[in-house]
């Protein structure tokens, strides 16, 4: 009896041993990983059971307080009968199970999704009104993801819709612009009083550094409606394009000019009918050279006082 109690623990030990693999195999077979397309059977509530978390880089409820999370909006990814967060990240069964970001559009640059992919998400429902341009436009062609600027997730909302916050995002990539911000001479964008949707379209435009209107005039012609004209004396620079005298975002030289008067000026103007000689540091007074009306203040402007055109019937020299 004694030797017949070991040997059948030995026995029982051995089965169980045996059983363990065939009852996980079997367990394994049971259910099977869903398929790449296949969508989770709660929607949001699969998501939310695992992205709870609440943070200034990201919020899982900040997208309820958006138009995507609106219930009633038919057209939001939680309206009525749709795909709640499977409407922009793709079918979701297959991460929920395995947990692996790459089996989901998780709009990460190191993701499996290409950026065609992540891009075509936004741009399924987004693609009218000012993104008709989208692929017209430089930013398109420079490979950047909607969500590069866009933030669906943060807390205090999409930083890119914000006029206070807009610019941030604009000079994160463009730092060139940034200093020129900077600089003693500039549009009031760090004050929050411009914003660079204002001037710039940035879904995409057909024209020159993806203005809102067609030509440079035109966009700034919405601030400065007093140069627009037509004057009975114009100056051909004004009507032909700005930035022929101004530094758009920003100067070392007062009203944003490109460069110092008059040379300036003297980049038309050459000799012919006018003085317009070059000066030395001997025209200033004191000096030996004389014309220091042309140096001092405000350069020819001292005398061609309207320089952006006149409608004086004397006004042919821009003096009045």
């Not at 995409?204 to 601030?223: E, F, H, I, R």
Request: glycine content about 8%; proline content about 7%.
């Amino acid at each position: 009896m004694k030797i017949l109690q070991p040997l059948l623990c030995a026995v029982l030990l051995l089965a169980g041993l045996a059983w363990h693999p065939l009852a996980t195999a079997q367990g394994s077979t049971a259910r099977p990983l869903p398929a790449a397309n296949q969508y989770s059977e709660k929607g949001a509530d699969t998501c939310l059971a695992c992205h709870d978390e609440e943070g200034s880089a990201y919020s899982a409820s900040a997208v309820f307080k958006t138009k995507h999370g609106m219930r009633g909006d038919k057209r939001a990814p939680f309206g009525p009968g749709n795909l709640q967060c499977e409407a922009c990240h793709g079918p979701g069964a297959l991460h929920a199970r395995n947990k692996k970001a790459d089996s989901i559009n998780a709009f990460r640059t190191d993701g499996k999704a290409t950026l065609e992919q992540r891009n075509q998400a936004c741009m399924s429902c987004h693609a009218g009104s000012s993104r008709t341009g989208w692929h017209a436009g430089a930013h398109e062609r420079s490979n950047v993801a909607c969500t590069d600027c866009h933030k669906v997730h943060k807390t205090h909302g999409d930083p890119a819709l914000s006029k206070v916050s807009e610019t941030e995002v604009c000079l994160a990539c463009h730092k060139a612009q940034r200093a020129d911000f900077h600089k003693p001479s500039s549009h009031p964008v760090r004050q929050g009083q411009m914003s660079c949707s204002g001037c710039h379209s940035p879904h995409g435009s057909t024209t020159v550094a993806m203005l809102k209107k067609p030509t440079l005039n035109q966009t700034c012609y919405d601030c400065h409606a007093d140069k627009r004209g037509p004057l009975l004396w114009e100056h051909q620079p004004v009507s032909e394009n700005c930035a022929s005298c101004h530094a758009p975002h920003g100067s070392v030289r007062p009203a944003l000019l490109s460069k110092s008067p008059p040379l300036l000026c003297q980049q038309c103007h050459s000799q012919a009918s006018h003085p317009s000689l070059a000066r030395s540091a001997n025209a200033l007074p004191g000096g030996s050279a004389g014309g220091a009306a042309f140096l001092v203040a405000g350069s020819c402007s001292n005398c061609h006082s309207q320089v952006h055109g006149s409608n004086h019937p004397a006004g042919a020299k821009l003096m009045r």
